[in-house]
């Protein structure tokens, strides 16, 4: 239904080359869209998309919009996904707890992460899921990343003053 909703939505708003991202939810109702962006998605995902796929999706979108098709298929080889780390205060970071456990057991899924330097100010819930720390991963297996994303958010602990 998701695929096919998407599709017909793509296609009453004439959407040719532009990427998209579709933002929706399913409750009691059916199948609701509550966004429909005519540009790429916010925070990075993207770059989760390349990463789940084993590609370059900037390269990706360039040839389909020259030669009317992308030169590579998605392999939809991980899930990807990325979790954001707030502050146990607003203020400075001050240090981490957790970090060295979570990338000694998950490195080899973690595609990038960001830790602010001690002293850097916190930034505020304003300025976004990347505003602070965060954490992207991948994993073969969607249940299994859902539970690293999981233990990253409950082991990782951003500290401030």
Known sequence: DLRRMGQKVIEALGITTSPTHMEWFFG????KFSEIGCRPPGVGVWDLYAAAND???YREWAMAVVHGRPGQQTSRRYSAGMIALRPNRDGRISGYEGLEQVYQAYGDWIIDSH???????????????MANAWI???HTDYDQ?????DLVGRTI?????
């Open 157 to 161: 602990k951003v500290l401030a003053q």
């Open 136 to 138: 992207r991963m991948k």
């Open 145 to 149: 990343l859902r539970r690293m994303l």
């Open 28 to 31: 009691p109702k059916g199948l």
């Open 55 to 57: 590609f370059d999706i």
């Open 115 to 129: 830790m602010p330097p001690p002293g850097s100010p916190t930034g505020g819930v304003e300025g976004g899921y």
